[in-house]
């Protein structure tokens, strides 16, 4: 995914520092840009601001519906609510049959194996992984990122671990690191979540791709050049791929 610059927000309370006055700290910027940062900046894009006046006055029209329902015609009411909670099921089978269509009509497959961008022209990818109590697969987690076909001059790869978690952390400095695999620790706050980790991590990506794997993940040798390569062919409104 191409990667979105970040911008430090006013969202948290000033710390004190040594030398006199108030203000941020580095750790202290970034953290609030993990967990104020699209609030501030596109409220109507965060689940943090809660639902608009519209979706409340339509979730409490469809609420009083539905027990007027209830009480009037139970049968035909819960007929009616088995159909609409039908809808958004169907329409995810719909989707995925249309992607594999699509996938399959066009021989997609078969041209991004053969779509290759030159060595020389690569970008620098950054592999994000959070980590949270993760110890027992760090070992698999290293062997499978080390298979990554990808120039090692050309690729960021940060171990994201909680601050709070010395488990994971031990296990990190038991295992040999490549040059281009460093350990970031993020500082303890609330919410200690996963997006929380990821948006602090990422102000210190310094790829022009990111990808994001779980502890678990062996992803494919080449994936991030097949990735990559559907990218770099497709219109510039496709920010994202999912494998």
Request: glycine content about 6%; proline content about 7%.
């Given at each position: 995914m191409q990667r979105a610059r970040t911008a430090s927000l006013n969202c948290m309370p000033l710390r004190k520092v040594r030398g006199g006055g108030d203000r941020l700290c580095a750790d202290d910027w970034r953290l609030q840009e993990a967990v104020c940062g699209l609030a501030s900046r596109s409220p109507e894009l965060s689940a943090a601001t809660g639902l608009p006046d519209w979706q409340k006055r339509t979730l409490a029209a469809l609420a009083a519906g539905a027990g007027c329902g209830a009480l009037l015609a139970p049968e035909s009411a819960l007929i009616v609510l088995l159909a609409v909670m039908a809808i958004p099921f169907l329409l995810v089978v719909a989707l995925r049959g249309v992607a594999l269509w699509h996938l399959l009509g066009r021989a997609e497959v078969r041209r991004l194996q053969e779509l290759r961008v030159a060595e020389e022209a690569l970008p620098l990818y950054t592999i994000l992984v959070p980590l949270f109590r993760e110890a027992p697969v760090v070992?698999?987690?290293?062997c499978a990122l080390e298979t990554i076909d990808?120039?090692?001059?050309?690729?960021?790869?940060?171990?994201?671990?909680?601050?709070?978690?010395?488990?994971?952390?031990?296990?990190?400095?038991?295992?040999?690191?490549?040059?281009?695999?460093?350990?970031?620790?993020?500082?303890?706050?609330?919410?200690?979540?996963?997006?929380?980790?990821?948006?602090?991590?990422?102000q210190f990506a310094k790829g022009d791709y990111v990808v994001v794997y779980d502890a678990e993940d062996v992803p494919a040798p080449d994936q991030l050049r097949r990735a990559l390569a559907a990218l770099s062919a497709a219109p510039d409104r496709l920010g994202c791929l999912q494998a």
């Amino acid at each position: 995914m191409q990667r979105a610059r970040t911008a430090s927000l006013n969202c948290m309370p000033l710390r004190k520092v040594r030398g006199g006055g108030d203000r941020l700290c580095a750790d202290d910027w970034r953290l609030q840009e993990a967990v104020c940062g699209l609030a501030s900046r596109s409220p109507e894009l965060s689940a943090a601001t809660g639902l608009p006046d519209w979706q409340k006055r339509t979730l409490a029209a469809l609420a009083a519906g539905a027990g007027c329902g209830a009480l009037l015609a139970p049968e035909s009411a819960l007929i009616v609510l088995l159909a609409v909670m039908a809808i958004p099921f169907l329409l995810v089978v719909a989707l995925r049959g249309v992607a594999l269509w699509h996938l399959l009509g066009r021989a997609e497959v078969r041209r991004l194996q053969e779509l290759r961008v030159a060595e020389e022209a690569l970008p620098l990818y950054t592999i994000l992984v959070p980590l949270f109590r993760e110890a027992p697969v760090v070992p698999q987690l290293v062997c499978a990122l080390e298979t990554i076909d990808y120039p090692r001059d050309k690729l960021e790869v940060l171990l994201i671990v909680e601050s709070i978690d010395g488990e994971t952390q031990a296990a990190l400095r038991k295992v040999r690191l490549d040059r281009h695999m460093r350990v970031l620790v993020v500082p303890d706050g609330s919410p200690r979540t996963k997006p929380r980790a990821l948006q602090y991590a990422l102000q210190f990506a310094k790829g022009d791709y990111v990808v994001v794997y779980d502890a678990e993940d062996v992803p494919a040798p080449d994936q991030l050049r097949r990735a990559l390569a559907a990218l770099s062919a497709a219109p510039d409104r496709l920010g994202c791929l999912q494998a």
